[in-house]
């Protein structure tokens, strides 16, 4: 089944304590990218990739990192998080062959920071 | 810059029509789209609209937009209540490094 799968999917943590997001996708698509929806305020994109070892900075990167190492995985690394990141976090992936440029999303990660 | 608004609370009947609403600042973005999302659910790509057209229909969903003022409108047609969740228009202006999001509507459909 073709997919676009976070984890966690529910996390609470404390302020400074490193954590990981990890998004997988199993459609080998080129373009993966990282949002976060808050309410009032839609969908933000935090970082994107094109292709492996290459990511830019969206419209919200502070406070964030990303690697992309292989095509499948496109993690996201809060390094201090601290409250403001308290969030619900989706991963995307798409493909440069697609007719419509249809994001597939994962099912989300929401991350509360105490 | 780009920036997609919507209202972010609509409430229809079982049975009657609903329309969604979104502005765009945009005149480049090629592609349009509708994505829906369920709750404890990621997104889901609804429908969408090339920038060439007026007017898309798909069974009871109808696209309209409107290029001149920028706005972009969803209809469903027989609103069920499988149909509530929340209804986001985004914006692609040629590179998927720009997809632009609006803020999102949360429809509800009474009994």
């Known amino acids: 089944e073709a997919q676009v799968t976070q984890n966690p999917r529910y996390l609470i943590t404390v302020t400074g304590k490193k954590l990981t997001v990890t998004c997988s996708q199993n459609?080998?698509?080129?373009?993966m990218s990282w949002y976060r929806q808050d309410p009032g305020l839609g969908l933000r994109q935090i970082y994107y990739?094109?292709?492996?070892?290459?990511?830019d900075k969206g419209d919200v990167p502070e406070g964030y990192k990303v690697s992309r190492k292989e095509k499948r995985n496109f993690p996201l690394i809060l390094e201090s998080p601290s409250p403001n990141q308290t969030s619900l976090y989706f991963c995307?992936?798409?493909?440069?062959?697609?007719?419509?440029?249809?994001?597939?999303f994962g099912e989300g990660s929401r991350l509360t920071v105490l | 810059g780009e920036d997609v608004e919507q209202s972010l609370f609509l409430s229809v009947r079982e049975g009657d029509s609903s329309v969604i609403n979104c502005t765009y600042t945009?005149?480049?973005?090629?592609?349009l789209y509708w994505y829906k999302q369920e709750p404890g659910a990621g997104l889901q790509l609804l429908t969408y609209?090339?920038?060439?057209?007026d007017m898309k229909q798909d069974q009871r969903l109808t696209v309209l937009l409107n290029k001149k003022d920028k706005h972009l409108s969803l209809r469903i047609a027989d609103t069920q209540t499988g149909d509530s969740a929340i209804y986001f228009c985004a914006e692609h202006t040629g590179t998927a490094s720009k997809l632009t999001f609006g803020t999102g509507t949360r429809l509800q459909v009474t009994l």
């Open positions: 945009d005149s480049s973005s090629t592609y």
């Open positions: 609209i090339f920038s060439n057209m």
């Open positions: 995307a992936s798409s493909t440069w062959d697609s007719d419509t440029g249809e994001l597939f």
């Open positions: 459609m080998n698509h080129e373009y």
């Open positions: 990739s094109m292709n492996v070892e290459v990511t």
